[in-house]
């Protein structure tokens, strides 16, 4: 070859060059302008796939998506040949391949030309159709960073190898799709994430408006499901609180149902998990087998087989002795919880808990409204009724006195004395009233107390106490009205000057003990309607507690009127 045509030769060399760069950079420019086209991730990667092969001439291609567990969906397809579109794609969505295991492997970095590709050869194996003779393709990694992603295969009939040239911009195609990806999935964790939020602030609200109608913690633990179940689409949702150092299933919401489960008590494994829930104070993701765990006990027909992954929370309530667990269950065909997600649940559970620390002064509020009614019932008695009484028993007893100076007996100073008694009763049992209203002298201890009222009850109170810790406010007061009433019993029926009053604190619960050594139940007027409604108030204010009333009775041995009162814990 002459010198003339050497240059002629490397002139058109050279300008094949460029038009080959310069395709590069419009294939590169326009697969570029076509991700940023729209924030829809499949609609996104047929596109940019339908696009790249116009641009590259090839006729196939199809992307795979592969997770962290090795699993792989094919994601996007444009122009599958007949044989891997038969029965529903079903050659993309089963088996395996040289490719995918290789990018399992962690062998796969970068663009190569795969010889054998196992799909295509099963197709003709076993006579699945068509394959447009195809028998090649080239994989590219899909990448964002250190981050794999995926596989982009393209193929086109008849061709057996890919240039470097060719594989190079394959591999900045894939780049650009994997960057792509990687920015749809932050817009979709942001997006997800105001999502959550959204919804936690129409929850919060709801919550807000709905704790005055709780009156317990069990009212409001099935409120606070019921509410997660309106706002959130999650399938599973219980609160577990811990009662006396043991872990109890209070609500749950499945089954779009609430339910309460308040004598339902987690396992030992479960409860070891929720204990380090609880130290960590952070919210942690569930597997679907941990899930079943710590809900064993709740089994119902298909929620628990539709949960493949979940959440939990420690509540953090601020009372002592008070500690709840939240736990989500989130469905199959749902994205396992992300950080936005764990975040978002520690910023529910402290919603749930401010809306519980509103419900515990709310029953303070009552509580002390409550207080301050008796307080001015007393007064008003005391001012009133109790001076009335008094002045009639004095009445009496000068009307009695002037009838019965003379020496012949007035017949109406029978009757008079009479009035005198009966008023002398009135007044005693005012003064009692007055007592049981306003409970003077608990500030000295709940035992002090006591014996100050049977004293002015006219009995000698022996008091017996085991056990050094607080107890709170509102089982105090309970205790004081149950004993008043028991010592009043006494005074009336047992006919005895003495009685034993007992006080043992363990760290669980309280033992509360009032005995008599009288004529016992057996002799004592079961008639009394305020007797026996005197009892049943008692039993109530027990159980309302979560305790219990327990009465033994015998003519030989006196009457024990025993109430046991669960504690919260209380922290050193």
């Known amino acids: 070859m002459n010198k003339p045509q050497l240059a002629l030769a490397k002139g058109e060399k050279t300008v094949m060059s460029e038009e080959v760069g310069m395709q590069e950079m419009v294939t590169l420019k326009t697969i570029a302008e076509t991700l940023n086209t729209s924030n829809d991730l499949n609609l996104m990667l047929d596109t940019v796939v ?270 002592p002795g008070e500690t709840g667990v939240l736990v989500i269950g989130i469905g199959t065909g749902t994205a396992g919880p992300v950080q936005a997600d764990l975040e978002m649940l520690e910023a529910l559970a402290e919603h749930i808990a401010a809306a519980w620390e509103s419900l515990k002064l709310a029953e303070n509020r009552r509580e002390l409204a409550r207080l301050e009614e008796r307080n001015r019932l007393a007064r008003d008695l005391h001012d009133s009724v109790n001076q009335i009484l008094f002045s009639l028993s004095l009445t009496a007893k000068g009307a009695e006195s002037m009838l019965t100076a003379s020496e012949q007996a007035h017949p109406a100073a029978e009757a008079m004395k009479d009035i005198r008694t009966l008023s002398q009763e009135a007044l005693k049992e005012m003064r009692a009233l007055i007592m049981q209203l306003r409970p003077a002298g608990l500030e000295a201890g709940l035992l002090h107390a006591l014996q100050e009222y049977g004293t002015s009850q006219g009995l000698q109170v022996v008091m017996n106490r085991t056990g050094m810790r607080s107890l709170p406010r509102n089982i105090e007061e309970a205790l004081w009205r149950i004993g008043q009433e028991a010592l009043n019993n006494i005074r009336k029926h047992a006919d005895v000057p003495s009685a034993e009053v007992s006080l043992k604190l363990s760290e669980h619960e309280v033992v509360f003990t009032v005995a008599d050594h009288g004529i016992g139940g057996a002799q004592r007027p079961k008639t009394s309607s305020g007797n026996s409604l005197g009892l049943s108030i008692m039993k109530e204010r027990a159980e309302s507690l979560g305790g219990r009333l327990e009465i033994v009775s015998s003519s030989r041995k006196g009457t024990t009127v025993t109430a046991v009162i669960p504690l919260p814990f209380e922290s050193v």
């Not at 028998?135 to 890919?162: C, I, Y």
Request: net charge negative; hydrophobic share 40%; proline share 3%.
């Open 50 to 319: 339908g696009k790249l092969l116009e641009l590259t001439g090839l006729t196939a291609g199809w992307m795979f998506l592969i997770n962290e567990r090795g699993d792989y969906a094919c994601v996007s397809d444009y122009n599958l040949p007949p044989a891997l579109l038969r029965k529903d794609k079903e050659p993309m969505r089963t088996g395996t391949c040289w490719c995918v295991n290789r990018f399992r492997d962690g062998r796969l970095n970068h663009a190569v030309n795969i010889i054998n590709c196992k799909r295509l050869e099963d197709a003709v194996e076993f006579q699945w159709g068509d394959t447009h003779d195809i028998t090649h393709h080239a994989t590219v990694p899909l990448r964002s960073g250190d981050k794999m992603l995926g596989l982009l295969n393209v193929a086109a009939p008849a061709k057996e190898h890919f240039s470097d040239s060719e594989l190079a911009l394959l591999q900045g195609v894939a780049y650009q799709i994997g960057s792509a990806m990687d920015r749809m999935r932050l817009y979709r964790a942001e997006q997800q994430r105001a999502d959550l939020y959204a919804k936690l602030g129409e929850f919060s609200t709801a919550l807000g408006l709905a704790v005055n109608e709780c009156s317990n913690s069990d009212a409001f633990s099935v409120k606070v499901v019921q509410l997660l179940g309106q706002h959130y689409d999650w399938p599973f949702a219980a609160i577990i609180q811990q009662k006396n150092g043991m872990f109890v299933l209070q609500a749950v919401y499945a089954d779009n149902k609430v339910r309460t489960l308040s004598s339902a008590l987690v396992s030992s494994e479960a409860a070891n998990h929720m204990n380090r829930v609880i130290h960590s104070h952070r919210a942690t993701s569930l597997s679907a087998i941990e899930v079943a765990e710590i809900l064993s006990l709740y089994e119902p027909d298909q929620t628990m087989n539709s949960i493949a992954s979940g959440m939990v929370v420690s509540l953090p309530y601020h009372t």
